[in-house]
Nanobody
Framework: QEHFVESGGGLVHPGESLRLSCATTASTFSQYSMAWYRQAPGKQRELVAAILSATGTKYGDFVKGRFTISRDYSKNSLYLQMNRLAPEDTAVYYC????????WGQGTQVTVSS
């Protein structure tokens, strides 16, 4: 059984938006800082955004104000609102704790193409 279940990806045109969701267990969600990561073909997995228990949020430099990370404790869910998507955002997106404590789920594919 996967620890994280990501959803919400798809094929969009440049400039469009997507909202990704990640569900996990209540114990994980309540105890840890959470994050979104992505991995494009032939590239290493990289941090997209993190929501930290003590210090708020942080984003990868490439985000440039386009994405917003949020969490809903009532649903044990993490979200990533992605606006003004560009082709270079094409990747598989994963969630995990910020410290990458657990094995990776299947992720959700985001493809941005005209």
């Amino acid at each position: 059984q996967e620890h994280f279940v990501e959803s919400g990806g798809g094929l969009v045109h440049p400039g469009e938006s997507l909202r990704l969701s990640c569900a996990t267990t209540a114990s994980t969600f309540s105890q840890y800082s959470m994050a979104w990561y992505r991995q494009a073909p032939g590239k290493q997995r990289e941090l997209v955004a993190a929501i930290l228990s003590a210090t708020g949020t942080k984003y990868g430099d490439f985000v440039k104000g386009r994405f917003t990370i949020s969490r809903d404790y009532s649903k044990n869910s993490l979200y990533l609102q992605m606006n003004r998507l560009a082709p270079e955002d094409t990747a598989v997106y994963y969630c995990n704790t910020h410290s990458q404590m657990y094995s990776w789920g299947q992720g959700t594919q985001v493809t941005v193409s005209s």
